[in-house]
């Protein structure tokens, strides 16, 4: 565990000088390529774990009110059973289960309850599941699912015995998916600003390797994902983390065509010829 945290320690270290210190991008072709690449993973893991967080949240709680409204609405003696791809019940009117952007609508055998115009949810038909959310339509038919049959208590029962793995599987897929989604994304951006900077740098006549530039360029993300991670839910400045992104690429090749003149005049100086040197007449 103390190795672990050691590491966690050394990672914020470097993220701060990469987001601090132009210094810190001077001995960018000493580091590895996949140590770059495990450093943007690490960023996408941190934007996403929020988010993910966010997410558990809120299927918990809809979970919470879709078994709260199944308590108080389902009447006692209901029974569920779904019979040659067909699901029936002894309902006498249909259940509405107000959830967070939508409803939830189990129609009886005699009721097509359907969504309002413009409203997302869900409804529960004898053949089917119709779902609409952000205007689309979509549906899944019961032609895969076996027989069965259960009343309402023993479907409480299994709500309290399958919600809790539920959730932790769905939050865990989504963290997943995310993780990945974003990874590839800062990863293809870092490629991007990458080429950028090795070729500003080849303009400028303070050429590095193309390897040199993408390491510079994924360290250089850090800042932007991070400002990125702090501006969520403030849309007017979604563009300041990629303003920031490229000032970090200039920063950079400014940084490399100062000390590349320096450096220069140093060594005309050196190594010029005592020869060369004449007394004022």
């Known amino acids: 565990m103390s190795a672990f945290f050691g590491w966690i320690k050394h990672w914020a270290r470097t993220a701060l000088e990469a987001s601090t210190r132009v210094e810190f991008y ?15 993973a690490m960023l996408a893991f941190l934007w996403t774990l929020p988010l993910s967080a966010m997410f558990f949240a809120g299927l918990r709680q809809v979970s919470i009110r879709v078994a709260e409204g199944m308590k108080s609405s389902i009447p006692p003696g209901t029974v569920f059973e779904m019979k040659d791809h067909a699901l ?8 509405v289960f107000p959830v967070r952007d939508g409803v939830i609508i189990v129609n009886t055998a005699s009721s097509t309850l359907t969504l309002s115009e413009g409203e ?15 205007g689309r339509d979509a549906s899944v038919d019961f032609k895969d699912v076996p027989d069965f049959r259960v ?4 479907l409480m029962v299994q709500i309290g015995r399958w919600a809790p793995l539920t959730l932790f599987l769905g939050s865990l897929f989504v963290l997943v998916f995310m993780f990945l989604a974003f990874w590839s994304g800062v990863l293809l951006n870092a490629l991007l600003h990458g080429f950028a900077l090795w070729l500003l740098l080849k303009v400028i006549k303070r050429p590095r390797a193309w ?3 993408f390491v510079a360029a994924a360290y250089a993300a850090t800042a932007s994902i991070v400002l990125r991670l702090a501006l969520q839910g403030f849309t007017r400045l979604s ?13 950079i090749a400014y940084d490399a065509y100062v000390r590349g003149g320096s450096h220069e005049r140093k060594e005309a100086v050196v190594d010029r010829p005592h ?6 007449a």
């Open 26 to 40: 001077r001995r960018a072709g000493e580091r590895k390529t996949g140590e770059a690449v495990g450093h943007l």
């Open 88 to 95: 029936s019940n002894n309902l006498q009117e249909p259940l």
């Open 120 to 134: 997302d949810g869900l409804v529960i038909g004898a053949t089917g599941i119709a779902q609409r959310e952000d």
């Open 151 to 154: 009343d309402r208590e023993g």
């Open 211 to 213: 390897r040199e530039a």
């Open 239 to 251: 563009a300041l983390p990629d303003v920031v992104y490229w000032g970090f690429i200039a920063w």
């Open 275 to 280: 020869g060369d040197r004449h007394d004022p």
